[in-house]
């Protein structure tokens, strides 16, 4: 079993990471965070993600699926962004961010590993 900084270092080591982190989508705190860049403020991008997730739980909610999100991704022109939120009973409320870059990055691989990550994730 894995702890968050060891969770977020992991993630670091996926090929093309430019950064990670644990967030509470239910007040959209970040718990940890892991790399980033000068322009990429990762604090302020996983903050907007909650509202993404929020968005998605509720519309989940509203459809009466009786389904969870495995992951959401994101893509821009340059990047990848895989939003994971946690399944396992500790993580209610929390999801993992990673941000790749998509010249540097093999997808399926990303979403596997950070799947990977997130099962051996103890909080």
Same mark, same amino acid.
């Given at each position: 079993?894995?702890?968050?900084?060891?969770?977020? #270092? &992991?993630?670091?080591? @996926?090929?093309?990471? +430019?950064?990670?982190?644990?967030? &509470?989508?239910?007040?959209?705190?970040?718990?940890?965070?892991?790399?980033?860049?000068?322009? @990429?403020?990762?604090?302020?991008?996983a903050?907007?993600?909650?509202?993404?997730?929020?968005? #998605?739980?509720?519309t +989940?909610?509203?459809? #009466?699926?009786? &389904?969870?999100?495995?992951?959401?991704?994101?893509?821009?022109?340059?990047?990848? !962004?895989? +939003?994971?939120? %946690?399944?396992?009973?500790?993580?209610?409320? %929390?999801?993992?961010? =990673?941000?790749?870059?998509?010249?540097?990055?093999?997808?399926? =691989?990303?979403? !596997?590993? %950070?799947?990977? +990550?997130?099962?051996? %994730?103890?909080?």
């Amino acid at each position: 079993m894995a702890n968050l900084d060891t969770a977020l #270092k &992991d993630a670091m080591t @996926i090929d093309g990471a +430019i950064g990670a982190a644990l967030v &509470d989508y239910t007040s959209g705190m970040t718990l940890g965070v892991a790399g980033g860049t000068p322009e @990429i403020d990762l604090t302020v991008a996983a903050a907007g993600n909650t509202d993404v997730v929020r968005a #998605k739980m509720r519309t +989940i909610e509203m459809l #009466k699926l009786n &389904d969870d999100i495995e992951d959401m991704l994101i893509t821009l022109g340059g990047q990848y !962004h895989i +939003i994971r939120p %946690l399944a396992g009973p500790n993580g209610k409320g %929390l999801f993992l961010y =990673l941000m790749l870059s998509k010249t540097r990055s093999n997808l399926a =691989l990303a979403r !596997h590993q %950070l799947r990977t +990550i997130e099962e051996q %994730l103890e909080l």
